[in-house]
C-alpha cells in the first residue's frame, strides 16, 4: 500500500513508478509515510482477500440500453461477481475452453469500461446525502463479458450474468483508489476504452442513469455494505453487444480501460 507519486503533469496512476508507503489500514486507521519504494509491478488496490463482495449494476447509461435492445430501467439492475473475478490492472484475462471458439459455438468476447466505488465503512439502509461519507475513492474496472453464456446460452428472455461475467479474471481494476478528496464529484469524469489501440467507447459519468450517491444507497437498502466492497457502476454505450458487425475480442487482444483523474488498466486476452 502506498501513496503513488506521479511523474511531472501525469494523472494516471499506472505511470506511477514510486510511493510513499502507507502504514496502518486504508479502510480504518492510516499515516502516509515519507518512505519512498519504488513500484516493481502493478498490483490490485486491495488484495482480493480484502475485498468482501464485488457488486456490479448492469445497463446504467441510456445509450447502452438502447444499443443492447434494452428498455431503461426504473431501478438499479444488480448482479454479483466472485472475488476471484477481481485482477491485477496489467496481468493477462485468462480465457478458458469452455469460454474460446468451439464447435458451432463462438467466443463472443466484450469489454466493458466501468467507474469503481470502493466502500470504507459500514453502510445500512442509508440515504442518497449519506453515501458518499462511506465511499473510500473511486477506480477504473474492466467488466470482462461473454454475450454467448450471457445471453445466447443465458436465461432467456432475460441475460444471465453470471455465466458471461464470472470467471477468474475476468475483473481487471485499478491502478489505484483515488480518494474522494481528490475526486468529490464522481459524475463529471471521462471514461473510455480502446481496443489494441483503437478507441471504442469514449462517454462520460455524467451520463450514467444512476449516480454513485443513488448506487451506494440502493445497494445499502436492507443489505450491510462492508469495508473493501467494490462496486462495478456500469458501462457506456460502444460495446460490441447490438453492433450490426461485432469484432468481438480474440486470444491476443489488449484491451485499455480508462477513467480520468485515475488512470487506466491494460490487459490481454489469453487463451489458457
Known amino acids: 500500500m502506498g501513496d503513488a507519486i506521479l511523474p511531472l503533469d501525469a494523472t494516471d496512476a499506472s505511470k506511477s513508478r514510486s510511493a510513499r508507503v502507507i502504514e496502518g489500514d486504508i479502510l480504518g486507521n492510516f499515516t502516509i509515510t515519507k518512505q519512498v519504494k519504488t513500484i516493481k509491478k502493478l498490483l490490485s488496490p486491495l488484495p482480493n482477500e480484502r475485498v468482501r463482495t464485488v457488486r456490479c449494476v448492469?445497463?446504467?447509461?441510456?445509450?447502452?440500453?438502447?444499443?443492447?435492445?434494452?428498455?431503461?430501467?426504473?431501478w438499479p439492475i444488480l448482479f454479483y461477481k466472485p472475488f476471484t473475478a477481481l485482477n491485477t490492472p496489467s496481468d493477462d484475462i485468462p480465457i478458458t475452453a469452455g469460454y474460446q471458439t468451439q464447435g458451432n459455438f463462438t467466443s463472443?468476447?466484450?469489454y466493458e469500461t466501468e467507474l469503481v466505488v470502493v466502500i470504507k465503512k459500514k453502510a445500512f439502509n442509508i440515504s442518497d446525502d449519506e453515501a458518499l461519507d462511506h465511499v473510500l475513492g473511486y477506480a477504473v474496472g474492466h467488466d470482462v463479458s461473454h454475450r454467448g453464456w450471457q445471453i445466447d446460452?443465458?436465461?432467456?428472455?432475460?441475460?444471465?450474468?453470471?455465466?458471461?461475467?464470472?470467471?477468474?479474471?475476468?475483473?481487471?481494476?485499478?491502478?489505484?483508489?483515488?480518494?474522494?478528496?481528490?475526486?468529490?464529484?464522481?459524475?463529471?469524469?471521462?471514461?473510455w476504452t480502446k481496443v489494441n489501440g483503437v478507441t471504442m467507447q469514449n462517454d462520460t459519468t455524467a451520463n450514467m442513469i444512476f449516480g454513485v450517491k443513488h448506487l451506494v444507497s440502493f445497494f445499502s437498502m436492507g443489505t450491510t455494505l462492508l469495508p473493501g466492497d467494490v462496486i462495478f457502476t456500469g458501462t457506456p454505450a460502444g460495446v460490441n453487444l447490438g453492433k450490426a458487425n461485432p469484432v468481438w475480442l480474440a486470444n491476443g487482444d489488449t484491451v485499455e480501460v480508462g477513467l480520468e483523474d485515475v488512470g487506466t488498466c491494460t490487459n490481454t486476452?489469453?487463451?489458457?
Open 153 to 191: 446460452r443465458g436465461g432467456q428472455p432475460e441475460p444471465q450474468f453470471s455465466m458471461g461475467k464470472g470467471p477468474d479474471g475476468w475483473a481487471p481494476w485499478g491502478p489505484a483508489i483515488v480518494s474522494t478528496d481528490l475526486i468529490p464529484d464522481p459524475q463529471t469524469l471521462n471514461i
Open 108 to 110: 463472443t468476447m466484450d
Open 58 to 74: 448492469g445497463f446504467n447509461y441510456a445509450a447502452h440500453d438502447g444499443e443492447a435492445g434494452q428498455p431503461i430501467p426504473g
Open 269 to 272: 486476452l489469453r487463451y489458457v
